[in-house]
C-alpha cells in the first residue's frame, strides 16, 4: 500500500498547469417507479451440530465477516467462518490467463441437488478477500442457492492497471467451476456484480450461454471516469462544498489523471455489452447510493437493454440502504453489516422465477432514489491541457520559484553581496511556491479521500478554509507578478523605502544582467501561473 501510494504521487506531481474549459451541466432524466410487487421465497434455516463437508472438500475457521483485506498474489486466503445452518466447499479454478484462484462455495446443509448456483463479482480493488461479500452469501445461501465467493485477483489489477475483460474471464472461470459442483444444476447457475462488478457481471454474461440470469448491485451505465467524477464531486458536495473547488478543479483533476495514464478503463462504454444480453436481469440499487449517480443509471441501463430487444429486466429500489443495498443510517455514508431488509428475499424469489423461465418483464419498483446533483461529460482534454503540457508547466513554475530564493541563498554562503530583493519579487516566489505544492496536494488528497463525504476541513461559506487560503495566496501571487513585471518594464531599482513599489535594483540604477535574468525567470513562472491558476480554479470564486 505505501508503495502504491508513493508511486500515486510521484506519478501526479507532473499533472497540474492548464488553461480555462467549461465542462457542461447534463440534467438528470426522470424516471417513473410504477409499483411491482415480486413474491419472495424463504427458505428456512437448518440447524446442523457441525458443518456437512464433503470429503473432497475442506472446512476451516477463518477471520470474521467483518474483516476485509488484500490478498497477495499466491496466498490463499482462509477459509471464512461459517454458521452452523450451511456447509462450504473450498474450490480452486482457472481465471484469466491461467491464474489459479481460490473460493469458497456456501450452500443450505441439508439442501438437496438441482440446486440454483449464483458466482459473486467483486468491486473495485486489489486482491479483495472473500470475507468481504460473506454476509451477501450467507444470505443467499440460506435462500436456497450455492454461491461462490472468491477472492479477486491482484495479479493485473491495480490502482493504476486493471482490465474488465480479465476480470469478465475470471468470473467465467468461477461459473464453470460451481456448475461442476456436486447437487448444482449447472443450467441454473448465474452471477451477481457489486457496483464495479456491474460493468464486470454483463460482460461475462454476454460471453457465455452458461451464465442463466444476471444480478447487479449498485450498478452503472456511465463511463467509469464520468461515474467517479460525480462521486468524488457529491462528497464534496456532501461536505458542505461548492465554487470552483468542486466545480472546474475536481473534473480538470480527473482529466489530467486519465490522460496521464493514472486511471484505467476511463472511457468504458458498457451500453454495447448491456445490449447484447439476453438473460433476464435483476438490478438493484439502494436510495442512498453516494458512489453511483442512482437516478441517472437506472433508465440508461433500461435503453440499453431494450435496444437489444431485451425486456426481462427487474429494477427494485431499497429505502434507506447505500451503495451495495446494506443498511445505512446516515445517508449512504456509514455501512452496516446487514443487508437491506428484503433484499436477500428478492435475489432468492427472482432467481427462482427467471430459471423457471418466470423474470417479470419490465418491472420497477420501490422508493425514488436521491441524487443531489447530475453527472457531467468528462472530456479527454485537448493537447494544451495534456498531462505533458501540464508536466512542462508545473516543472517551469516550480524552477521559477525556486530559483530565485536558491541563488539568493547560494550568494550568501558565498559571501558575495546580494542585490536587494524587492517585496513583490520574495512574494511572488513564495506564494506561487506554496499555492502550486499547497493546492496540488490538497485537491490530490480529496481525490483521493472524496467517495462518499470528503474530508476537506472547515468550511465557510461553501469553501474549505484550506481552499480559501490558497486562493488568497494565488490572487497575492497574481499582483506580485503584475508589480515585478512593471519594474523589469520600466528597469528602475528600488531605492530605501521603496520595496514595495517592485523595483529591483541595490542602488537605483538598473539591474544587472545576472539579477534581469534571475528576475526574468521568476517572472516567467508568475506569467505561467495566472492561466493555470485560472483553470484549476485559484483565482476563481
Request: glycine share 10%.
Amino acid at each position: 500500500m505505501t508503495s502504491s501510494i508513493l508511486a500515486t504521487a510521484a506519478t501526479a506531481l507532473r499533472l497540474l498547469a492548464i488553461p480555462a474549459v467549461t465542462i457542461p451541466a447534463v440534467a438528470a432524466p426522470s424516471f417513473a417507479i410504477p409499483a411491482v410487487t415480486i413474491p419472495a421465497v424463504t427458505i428456512p434455516a437448518v440447524t446442523v451440530p457441525s458443518l456437512a463437508v464433503p470429503a473432497t472438500a475442506h472446512a476451516v475457521a477463518g477471520p470474521s465477516l467483518a474483516g476485509a483485506r488484500a490478498v497477495p498474489h499466491g496466498l490463499v486466503e482462509p477459509s471464512p467462518a461459517v454458521p452452523p445452518d450451511l456447509a462450504a466447499r473450498e474450490v480452486s479454478f482457472r481465471g484469466a490467463g491461467g491464474l489459479e484462484m481460490h473460493g469458497t462455495v456456501l450452500s443450505p446443509a441439508a439442501a438437496g441437488p438441482g440446486r440454483r448456483g449464483i458466482v459473486l463479482v467483486h468491486g473495485a480493488g486489489s486482491g479483495t478477500p472473500r470475507t468481504k461479500l460473506m454476509e451477501e452469501a450467507v444470505q443467499f445461501a440460506r435462500r436456497g442457492l450455492s454461491v461462490l465467493v472468491y477472492d479477486k485477483r491482484s495479479v493485473g489489477y491495480s490502482l493504476f492497471r486493471r482490465s474488465y475483460s480479465q476480470l469478465a474471464d475470471d468470473a467465467l472461470g468461477a461459473v464453470a467451476a460451481l456448475r461442476s459442483q456436486p447437487g448444482v444444476d449447472p443450467a441454473k447457475v448465474g452471477i451477481w456484480g457489486l457496483s464495479e462488478g456491474g460493468w464486470v457481471a454483463p460482460l461475462a454474461a454476454s460471453r457465455s450461454a452458461d451464465v442463466a440470469f444476471v444480478v447487479l448491485v449498485g450498478a452503472n451505465a456511465l463511463q467509469p471516469l464520468r461515474q467517479q467524477t460525480w462521486a468524488v464531486a457529491a462528497g464534496l458536495r456532501k461536505a458542505g462544498v461548492s465554487g470552483s473547488l468542486v466545480d472546474r478543479t475536481e473534473p480538470n483533476l480527473y482529466r489530467a489523471i486519465t490522460d496521464g495514464g493514472m486511471f484505467p478503463e476511463p472511457y468504458y462504454d458498457p451500453a454495447p455489452v448491456l445490449a447484447s444480453l439476453r438473460q433476464p436481469v435483476l438490478a438493484i440499487w439502494g436510495t442512498y447510493d453516494l458512489l453511483t449517480p442512482p437516478r441517472e443509471t437506472p433508465p440508461l441501463l433500461a435503453k440499453a437493454l431494450e435496444s437489444g430487444g431485451n425486456r426481462r429486466y427487474t429494477f427494485r429500489f431499497f429505502g434507506k440502504a447505500d451503495h451495495a443495498a446494506h443498511r445505512t443510517p446516515d445517508g449512504g455514508v456509514t455501512r452496516l453489516p446487514e443487508l437491506a431488509p428484503g433484499y436477500a428475499d428478492l435475489v432468492g424469489s427472482w432467481t427462482a422465477a427467471a430459471i423457471a423461465g418466470k423474470a417479470p418483464l419490465v418491472s420497477v419498483s420501490g422508493p425514488a432514489p436521491v441524487q443531489a446533483s447530475p453527472t457531467v461529460p468528462v472530456d479527454p482534454p485537448a493537447w494544451w491541457e495534456s498531462a505533458n503540457a501540464q508536466a512542462a508547466a508545473l516543472a517551469l513554475m516550480l524552477v521559477a520559484f525556486t530559483a530565485y530564493p536558491a541563488t539568493t541563498l547560494v550568494r550568501r554562503l558565498r559571501g558575495r553581496a546580494r542585490p536587494a530583493a524587492s517585496r513583490a519579487a520574495r512574494l511572488l516566489s513564495a506564494g506561487g511556491l506554496t499555492s502550486v505544492a499547497g493546492s496540488f496536494g490538497y485537491v490530490f488528497y480529496l481525490v483521493m479521500t472524496g467517495g462518499k463525504l470528503a474530508t476537506t476541513g472547515p468550511v465557510a461559506a461553501g469553501r474549505p478554509l484550506i481552499w480559501l487560503a490558497l486562493q488568497a495566496l494565488a490572487v497575492t501571487t497574481a499582483a506580485a507578478t503584475a508589480v515585478v513585471a512593471s519594474g523589469l518594464l520600466r528597469g528602475r531599482a528600488p531605492r530605501a523605502g521603496d520595496h514595495a513599489t517592485g523595483d529591483l535594483s541595490h542602488r537605483g540604477g538598473r539591474p544587472g544582467r545576472g539579477e534581469r535574468v534571475r528576475l526574468g525567470l521568476l517572472l516567467a513562472g508568475g506569467v505561467v501561473f495566472l492561466p493555470w491558476a485560472l483553470y484549476w480554479g485559484l483565482l476563481l470564486p
